[in-house]
C-alpha cells in the first residue's frame, strides 16, 4: 500500500498600519494579492530593488475577517481530527504582528474570536449532529514552553517542571501532563481562561501585552463507533499552537529577564527553522529535533503523521522589512515540509483500547449504556 502524504499548508495574514506606526509616519511596504495568493514587499531602503514576491496556499489581507480566517484554515484541520487524524494549526512571526489575535482573539464581540475558541463551539456542534452509533469523549490540555521549561497551565501547581517522553507507538508526550474531560464549549472556555491567566506575559517595547511563552492547548476527541456490533475507536489530537514572536533587542530593548526569555525564544525558533531546513533539504541525513523542546513538541506536526497548517503573521510597516522578509522567507520553506497524516484506529493499539474501555466507562457514569 503507497503511502499518503501532503504538504503542511501555509498561509499568511498581514495586520493593518496600528496606531503607532501612523503617527510616526510609516508607510505601508506590503502588497497582498488574495486571488492569486501573492504576497509581494518593497525594499524601503533601496528605491530600485526588485520587490521580493512569494506564493502560498492563501494569504489573508489587513480586511481579513476571523471567520473567514478559521473557515478556511482550521475548519478543514477540526473535520479531520473528528475523523481520527491528528491536526496541528500553529501561528508564527514577529512579535506584534497579531499571532494572539488569530489564534485566541477576543471574546466581546463574538465577531473577534479567534481559532481556538472558534474550534469549541465546531467540535461540538459536529458531536451534537453525529449518528446515534458513535459515542465521544473529549479532553484537553493546556501547556506553555517558558524559558526551555515546560509547564502545566492547568495544573495546581504550575511551577512544576514537565519532561518530554516518547512512546515508539503513539510519540511524542508530555509526562504528567494533566488532563480534562470536557462536556461542553463553555467548560473548555473555561479550562483556556484559566490556562491564560497563567501563562507567561510580560512587556516589550513592541507589544505590551507580548507573550513571552510558546503555548500548546490540545484538545483530543476519541470516538467510538458501532459497526455491526463491533466497536471500532479512533482517535483524533488537535494541537493549537501560539508561538512566542521572534524580535530583534536592539527593537525591544529587553534587560534583565526580558532579555533572557529573548534568547530563548529566538533560539527556539532558530532551530524550528533549522529542522523546517533539513526537512526540505532532501541531501541532509539528520533532523535536529531533539535541539530544543519545541521541535519536539512539533516533532509529529513536522514531517510526521500529522495533517498541519502554519499561519505566518506579517507587518505592515517599512521599519518591519527585515523581519518580514524573514518571516516569508520561514514560511516559503515550510510549505514543502510532506507529513504523512494517517487515522489513529489500529485495534492492535495498547492505547486505542485504553480508549475504548475509557469510553464505556464514560457512558456507564452517565448512564447511556
Known amino acids: 500500500m503507497s503511502k499518503k502524504f501532503e504538504c503542511v499548508r501555509v498561509v499568511i495574514r498581514c495586520r493593518p498600519l496600528n496606531d503607532t506606526e501612523k503617527k510616526d509616519g510609516h508607510v505601508c511596504i506590503v502588497n497582498m494579492d488574495t486571488k492569486n495568493g501573492q504576497v509581494t514587499v518593497r525594499n524601503p531602503k533601496v528605491a530600485d530593488e ?3 514576491q512569494f506564493t502560498f496556499d492563501q494569504i489573508f489581507d489587513t480586511q481579513s475577517l476571523q471567520e473567514n480566517v478559521y473557515n478556511q484554515t482550521a475548519h478543514p484541520i477540526v473535520e479531520s481530527v473528528l475523523e481520527g487524524y491528528n491536526g496541528t494549526i500553529f501561528a508564527y512571526g514577529q512579535t506584534g504582528t497579531g499571532k494572539t489575535h488569530t489564534m485566541e482573539g477576543k471574546d466581546d464581540p463574538p465577531t473577534l474570536r479567534g481559532i481556538i475558541p472558534r474550534t469549541f463551539d465546531h467540535i461540538f456542534q459536529r458531536i451534537e ?14 501547556l506553555e514552553l517558558y524559558n526551555e521549561e515546560i509547564r502545566d497551565l492547568l495544573s495546581k501547581n504550575i ?12 510519540g511524542i508526550y508530555i509526562k504528567d501532563l494533566s488532563k480534562f474531560m470536557i462536556e461542553n464549549p463553555q467548560e473548555m472556555r473555561e479550562k483556556l481562561l484559566h490556562g491564560r491567566e497563567n501563562r507567561a506575559v510580560g512587556a516589550t517595547a513592541m507589544n505590551q501585552d507580548s507573550s513571552r511563552s510558546h503555548s500548546l492547548f490540545q484538545i483530543t476527541v476519541e470516538t467510538n463507533e458501532i459497526v455491526q456490533g463491533q466497536s471500532h475507536v479512533t482517535v483524533g489530537k ?4 501560539d508561538l512566542a514572536g521572534s524580535e530583534r533587542q536592539s527593537k525591544t530593548h529587553a534587560t534583565g ?13 532558530t532551530t524550528l527553522g533549522n529542522v523546517i531546513s533539513a526537512l526540505v533539504d532532501n541531501k541532509s541525513q539528520h533532523i535536529p529535533y531533539r535541539d530544543s523542546k519545541l521541535t519536539r513538541l ?6 510526521g503523521n500529522t495533517k498541519t497548517v502554519m499561519i505566518a503573521n506579517i507587518g505592515p510597516a517599512d521599519y518591519n522589512f527585515d523581519e518580514t522578509l524573514s518571516t516569508l522567507r520561514y514560511a516559503n520553506r515550510a510549505k514543502q515540509i510532506k507529513n504523512e497524516p494517517k487515522i489513529n484506529e489500529d485495534p492492535k ?5 485504553q480508549f475504548q474501555e475509557e469510553i464505556l466507562n464514560y457512558q456507564l457514569k452517565v448512564g447511556e449504556v
Open 50 to 52: 526588485v520587490p521580493k
Open 129 to 142: 449532529n453525529m449518528a446515534k452509533n458513535k459515542q465521544f469523549l473529549v479532553k484537553v490540555s493546556f
Open 159 to 170: 511551577k512544576n517542571k514537565l519532561e518530554i517522553r516518547e512512546n515508539p507507538d503513539t
Open 238 to 241: 488537535l494541537n493549537l499552537v
Open 257 to 269: 529577564d526580558r532579555l533572557k526569555e529573548a534568547i530563548n525564544i529566538n533560539q527556539s525558533l
Open 298 to 303: 512539533l516533532q509529529d506536526s513536522l514531517g
Open 349 to 353: 493499539d495498547a492505547q486505542i483500547r
